[in-house]
Structure formats: structure tokens, C-alpha cells
């Protein structure tokens, strides 16, 4: 008879059959004449293996007396469906094979370890049922992204990471490139974003985004992956619409289809189930009134602060629009708004649950001169934007476009405090390794 090898997420189909499951060692129990092995394979909820010395042969049932936590083993046995059982399913072992034994000094144990030791581990910790739920929440959280794109006719669109010139005011990590000059890791895809949305009207770039920032917060990634719309013809309001069916559309499909890892990392989903459109949209001028009656310190002409979202958003049961910031807190290239030249068509999108800003978005100066204007007020080298400028020279037309955060956002989904577990290996001021 040949064998029969299964995923535990696979195992309905082979009810009353006998399968080879191959996987790793969570946890391991006996009571002499019987004894359960609970396995993980990545799949699902990991599975239970119930050993009973004499329904095996006596060297399988030795096996278990060797195997230690996080071994790797294939055990082969009958497909029993169980209500009691997590997964719905267990396996009535008839035979047990360790593949690869793992020393009883596996560094993470069930028990608290300090952040610093987990982050030194994460090649291990990514193992642990927490980090499989928020890894697969980011996964879904990343389909979706690629679905709702995709079902909307808009084009994706790869952008360079090694780039010429900075697109955010943040700081750059820069390297020599050949006789080039120096190149940049690209902050942001956009400043291509919108030359590809002059040539296919709608797209969207998703790649990984780089800060050489000098945070050490809850909130800030020195290398993080970021999704950016663009849109020919889109104004600012458009625009903010746009985002907001995309949010409500990302939240809808992790409720929907990613409650098990929600109910793993025990989010109240009651603070998701609100998130719906429209979302509140404050002006930036009555945002900074409202944070001074609420104590802030915050002047007109600041951006926000940390704890200014926080306190901003506390009163609302979804994300939160702030509109038209100071041309001075923000970026060259969001438009003047015509209704006040001293701020731009902006907004930031705070997620609520004081989370943050998950969405920086604006419509574009599409207006050549000014554009050079602001360009030469920030100090920016003229010749690394020739080509930008050029789609305001051939053809220049109202456009706009928005980049989502996706490790803060996955953070928000997850209810997750800080976004280093938000991608498999982070990249932080203080950390390069594993
Ligand atoms: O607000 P930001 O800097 O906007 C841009 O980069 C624009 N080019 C976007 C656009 O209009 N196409 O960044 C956008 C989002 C933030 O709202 C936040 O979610 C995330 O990217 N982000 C970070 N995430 C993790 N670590 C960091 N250091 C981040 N900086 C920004
Ligand atoms: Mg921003």
C-alpha cells in the first residue's frame, strides 16, 4: 500500500483513511498506556495525535519517549472527526517516525521572554501560534489588496527601489551606484506611480519602502511595504473615497475569512464590525481647535503628533480623515488648495483605536510652475526631477493618489501594539538580524 501524505488543513477528505502528517512538535502529554502528540505543520490548527501503546508496533511507541519539543516527525495514523478536537479532526496514530530531533534547549518556552530575546529568535518565534495568525492575516490583508485592484481595472505597477531622488521628507539610505553618482533606497513608488498613471490611467504599486529613520516607535519600520493608487482624473475627494471603500474592503475580508487568527490574537471584533463608510472628514484647521480644547499644545502650522491622533480619533468607532494640512508640514508635490494657498488637498487617514496614520494620500500639484516653485522652496536638487516635471510639461492633468502602510494597517486588523510582529523579519534603527 503506498502512502498517503496530508496537510493538516486537508484532512477532511481522507475521514476513516490512513495518512502520513509531517510537521513539528508543539506540545506532548502521556499517561503510560496512552499518548497525545499535538503537531503543527503551518497548515491550520495544529493537529492531535493520539498514541495508544497497543494498537503499535513497540519501537514506534518507544519513539515518543525520545521526542522533545519542536521535533520534526511524520505520524501516520487513521483520519478521526471530533468535535472536542480544535481542528475538528485527529489521528489515530498506528505508526511514528522523528525526522529531525531538536535539543531540549529550544531557546523560546512557554513562558514570558522579553521582546529583545524574541526579536534575537525570530527565525524561531515566527513559529509560535501568534506569529502564524498575524502572518496569515498580513497574507490575506495582501491578497485582498491585489483583489480589490484588480476587480477595479487598476494596473500593477512595479517601481524602482534604487532611485535618484528623494520622494519623502524623511531620511534616506543611500549607496554609491557605480559612476552614477549616489542611488537611494526609494522611500516611496509614487513619483513613478504617477508617470505610469499618465500611460494606463489606474495603478497601483505595492513594494517595500525604506526610511532611515531615527524612530524607535510602535509605529515605524526602517524598511516597510506600502501600497500606492494612482489615479488619472481623481480630485482629492474622489480620492478619499476610494480609500475608504478600500479599508472597509480589507477589513470586510479578514472578518469573513481570517476570524480563527482574529479569535488567536484574541481582537475584539466588535471594534471592527463598525468600520464602515463614510468616514468622519475634519479640516486640518478645526482638527488643531479641537486638540486645543482637549489640552494639546499642539499651534496651527504643526503636523500631529503621535498622541494628537490619539486623542483625535478617541472619539470616533472607525478611521478618521484629517483634511488640508499647512503646505509647510507637508511633502512638494500635494496641490495647493485654491480655497486656502497656505495649506494643500490632503489627509491623512487615522486609523481609530489610536493606531495612528495608515494612509498618507493628496491630490497632485499638477500646475508646472508651481511645481517648481515648492520644489526649489524645499531645497530639492532641480535636475533629479526632469522628468517628473515633464508630466506637467506633456499633457499635465488632475490626478491623485494615497499609500497605505501595510504593516500598521495588518497592527490595526490584528490589534497588535507594535508593528515589528507585523512582518516576518523587521528591519528597526537597532536591528538587522536574523
Ligand atoms: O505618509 P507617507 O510618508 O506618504 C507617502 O509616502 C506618499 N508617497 C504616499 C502617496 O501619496 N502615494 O507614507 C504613507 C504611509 C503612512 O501613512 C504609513 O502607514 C506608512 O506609509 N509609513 C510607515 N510604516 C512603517 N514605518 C514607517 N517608517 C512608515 N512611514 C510611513
Ligand atoms: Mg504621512
Not at 260 to 272: F, P, Q
Not at 410 to 419: D, K, P, T
Request: hydrophobic content about 40%.
Amino acid at each position: 500500500m503506498s502512502q498517503t501524505f496530508s496537510r493538516i488543513d486537508q484532512l477532511a477528505q481522507f475521514v476513516g483513511q490512513t495518512v502520513t502528517v509531517r510537521g513539528w512538535v508543539s506540545h506532548l502529554r502521556s499517561s503510560g498506556k496512552v499518548a497525545f502528540i499535538v503537531m503543527r505543520d503551518g497548515s491550520a490548527t495544529p493537529l492531535q495525535c493520539v498514541l495508544v501503546k497497543k494498537q503499535m508496533p513497540e519501537e514506534d511507541w518507544a519513539r515518543f519517549a525520545a521526542l522533545t519539543l519542536e521535533s520534526s516527525l511524520a505520524v501516520t495514523g487513521e483520519v478521526r472527526a471530533d468535535d472536542r478536537a480544535p481542528g475538528g479532526y485527529e489521528l489515530g496514530a498506528s505508526a511514528l517516525a522523528i525526522i529531525g530531533a531538536s535539543p531540549l534547549d529550544y531557546p523560546i518556552q512557554p513562558k514570558e521572554h522579553g521582546i529583545d530575546f524574541l526579536l534575537d529568535n525570530r527565525h524561531l518565534w515566527l513559529r509560535s501560534p501568534r506569529q502564524v495568525a498575524i502572518a496569515r492575516v498580513r497574507h490575506e490583508v495582501e491578497q485582498a489588496i491585489h483583489d480589490f485592484f484588480y476587480e477595479r481595472g487598476f494596473l500593477h505597477v512595479d517601481t524602482p527601489i534604487l532611485t535618484a531622488s528623494q520622494g519623502e521628507r524623511s531620511g534616506l539610505f543611500s549607496t554609491e551606484y557605480f559612476d552614477e553618482g549616489m542611488a537611494y533606497l526609494a522611500q516611496t513608488g509614487q513619483l513613478y506611480g504617477e508617470a505610469a498613471a499618465a500611460a494606463f490611467g489606474r495603478i497601483y504599486t505595492f513594494g517595500p519602502t525604506f526610511r532611515a529613520e531615527k524612530s524607535k516607535t510602535r509605529r515605524h519600520l526602517t524598511e516597510f511595504w506600502m501600497i500606492e493608487p494612482e489615479m488619472a482624473w481623481y480630485d482629492q475627494a474622489m480620492n478619499q473615497d476610494l480609500q475608504e471603500e478600500f479599508v472597509c474592503y480589507l477589513v470586510e475580508r479578514c472578518l469573513t475569512r481570517r476570524a480563527a487568527e482574529l479569535k488567536e490574537l484574541e481582537r475584539d471584533i466588535s471594534k471592527l464590525e463598525t468600520v464602515k463608510a463614510p468616514f468622519p472628514r475634519i479640516p486640518y484647521t478645526e482638527a488643531v481647535e479641537i486638540l486645543q480644547k482637549k489640552g494639546s499644545n499642539i499651534t496651527w502650522g504643526d503636523d500631529l503628533g503621535a498622541e494628537d491622533e490619539a486623542l483625535l480619533v478617541a472619539d470616533y468607532d472607525r478611521p478618521v480623515f484629517v483634511c488640508n494640512y499647512p503646505k509647510e508640514a507637508k511633502a512638494f508635490y500635494m496641490k495647493e488648495n485654491p480655497d486656502d494657498p497656505r495649506t494643500v488637498l490632503c489627509a491623512d487617514l487615522l486609523a481609530h483605536e489610536g493606531y495612528g496614520e495608515m494612509i498618507g494620500g493628496s491630490q497632485r500639484e499638477d500646475d508646472h510652475d508651481k511645481l517648481v516653485a515648492r520644489i526649489q522652496h524645499e531645497g530639492l536638487p532641480m535636475e533629479a526631477y526632469g522628468w517628473y516635471l515633464d508630466l506637467r510639461k506633456y499633457g499635465t492633468f488632475v490626478h491623485s493618489g494615497f499609500g497605505l502602510g501595510l504593516e500598521r494597517t495588518v497592527a490595526w486588523i490584528c490589534g497588535v501594539q507594535h508593528i515589528r510582529e507585523c512582518i516576518a523579519f523587521p528591519r528597526m534603527m537597532h536591528r538587522v538580524r536574523p
